[in-house]
């Protein structure tokens, strides 16, 4: 009998990150920080696109980002536009194994 393999799925893990805008109102995200207080830079943003991710109801953005010398994707969730006083929150996608 064959031994059944473990199913992957990925879950959201919602970040800190420090950014800034520029004149033309691009955000840059500078670092992240994750809940435990460790805080990595982001050495450089090398691709940026609007993207949703599996399960997303909304808008979103997608930045593959360097940090510590690998490529990592971080994502904006855009939150509904009705509440004016928050724009939106990051999150990376961990995979979780079954």
Do not use: H
Request: charged fraction near 30%; charge should be positive; hydrophobic fraction near 35%.
């Amino acid at each position: 009998m064959k031994a059944e393999t473990p199913r992957a799925r990925t879950e959201r893990v919602y970040v800190k990150v420090t950014s800034e805008f520029d004149s033309t109102g691009y955000m840059q995200p500078l670092a992240i920080t994750w809940a435990d207080g460790r805080t990595f830079p982001i050495e450089k943003v090398r691709d940026f696109r609007p993207a949703g991710t599996a399960g997303s109801e909304g808008p979103g953005d997608c930045f593959t980002v360097l940090i510590q010398g690998q490529e990592k994707l971080l994502f904006f969730e855009r939150v509904d536009p009705r509440f004016t006083g928050r724009l939106g929150r990051w999150f990376v996608e961990k995979t979780v194994r079954r």
